[in-house]
């Protein structure tokens, strides 16, 4: 039994709610918001905090802590469905774009995605214009670079999917659920994403919803 603390807005919890999905595993969900954290996840190990992943297995118990150490396990215990390539030269090239869609969103979600969140939960709260601005400017950066992966390769980090893939998915779908992609400036990436979300591990994410707030129109349309 896999239980699996996450936030659904948190993009590197998607991330790891994608690697289970293609790899079908099942798992509990327990929400733990950044606003109010689950006790569980500050008990798991010195300083833990985000997206955790506890499993069970017989007598034995398996913990890890983050997304990065979470999808490395999932890799390990579970490779019939690989999501890091054989090769090692494909494995070095797909973590090098998964820490690039790491680095190259953060900004973006520190300001952007952070404000989005803080709006919808505060209604008399007016916007922070200057976070914004910066949100999206960082975003439109982050866009420029992976549209240029999705034209010239078949995926983000080479000729299979990989967890670069489901990383750099993973963000722009939060981004999109609040209509902050402008994909007209990245019509291969929009291509790209439309097959992503076509994948049936995509499907719990778009069936998120945040209170307060709806959904961009075309969010869960696969064809947008």
């Given at each position: ?11 590197y919890a998607r ?65 019939e469905i690989r ?20 680095d190259m969103f ?119």
């Amino acid at each position: 039994m896999k239980r699996l603390y996450h936030w659904m807005f948190d993009p590197y919890a998607r991330t790891v709610r994608l690697a289970l999905g293609e790899k079908a595993l099942t798992f509990e969900p327990v929400s733990t918001p950044p606003w109010q954290p689950h006790r569980d996840v500050q008990m798991l190990a010195p300083g833990a905090s985000g997206v955790a992943l506890i499993h069970r297995a017989n007598d034995a118990r398996y913990t890890a802590v983050g997304a990065t150490a979470i999808c490395e396990y999932l890799e390990e215990a579970n490779s019939e469905i690989r999501l890091l390539p054989r090769l090692a030269e494909d494995r070095a090239e797909t973590r090098r774009v998964w820490r690039l869609s790491e680095d190259m969103f953060r900004e973006a979600c520190e300001a952007l995605l952070r404000e989005r969140v803080a709006i919808a939960r505060s209604r008399s709260r007016s916007p922070d214009s200057a976070a914004l601005r910066a949100g999206a400017h960082a975003l439109r950066a982050a866009l420029t670079f992976f549209n240029y992966l999705a034209e010239t390769r078949g995926f983000l980090a080479g000729r299979s999917l990989t967890l670069a893939d489901l990383s750099v998915a993973a963000h722009l779908s939060c981004f999109d659920y609040f209509d902050d992609v402008p994909w007209d400036t990245a019509p291969d990436l929009r291509v790209w994403y439309s097959r992503m979300k076509s994948r049936p591990a995509f499907r719990p994410l778009l069936a998120d919803r945040l209170d307060g707030t709806r959904p961009a129109a075309h969010y869960a349309d696969l064809d947008f």
